[in-house]
C-alpha cells in the first residue's frame, strides 16, 4: 500500500516562490502517474495542478499554472516536486499529492488516482 506525504507549504507574498515535496512510502514509485491537486477552499472543486508519468517523465499542467509550475521526480529518493514561482494569491490553497496505480496514465482527473496525501497549505497573500 503506498503511502504519500507532502511537505513544503507555508505562507509567501505574491511574487514569491515555494517548493512542495511528495514522498511516496511503502511502494518503488515506476510507471506512474504522480500528480498534485488543489483545493481553493471549502466545497471548492478539486483541481489538478500538474502531472507526471514516471517511466516517460512526460509533464502536463493546469493552464492556470503554466509557465509557473514544475513537477519533477527523484527515482532515487522516491519523491516527486512542485516547484512554484510567480505565486499569486489565487494559489493559495490546500494541495494534495496523488498517485495512480502502475501503467496508468491518469492525467489531471482525480478519480484516476488510487493513493492520496493528507495535504499541505499554500498561502498566497498580496
Known amino acids: 500500500q503506498m503511502q504519500l506525504e507532502e511537505s513544503g507549504g507555508g505562507s509567501v507574498q505574491a511574487g514569491g516562490s515555494l517548493r512542495l515535496s511528495c514522498a511516496a512510502s511503502g511502494y518503488v514509485i515506476n510507471s506512474n502517474s504522480l500528480a498534485w491537486f488543489r483545493r481553493q477552499g471549502p466545497g471548492k472543486e478539486l483541481e489538478g495542478v500538474a502531472t507526471i508519468y514516471t517511466d516517460s517523465g512526460d509533464t502536463s499542467y493546469a493552464d492556470s499554472v503554466k509557465g509557473r509550475f514544475t513537477i519533477s521526480q527523484d527515482n532515487a529518493e522516491n519523491t516527486v516536486y512542485l516547484q512554484m514561482t510567480t505565486l499569486k494569491p489565487e494559489d493559495t490553497a490546500m494541495y494534495y499529492c496523488?498517485?495512480?496505480?502502475?501503467?496508468?496514465?491518469?492525467?489531471?482527473?482525480?478519480?484516476?488516482?488510487?493513493?492520496w496525501g493528507r495535504g499541505t497549505q499554500v498561502t498566497v497573500s498580496s
Open positions: 496523488a498517485a495512480s496505480a502502475s501503467f496508468v496514465r491518469a492525467g489531471l482527473m482525480p478519480s484516476r488516482y488510487l493513493f
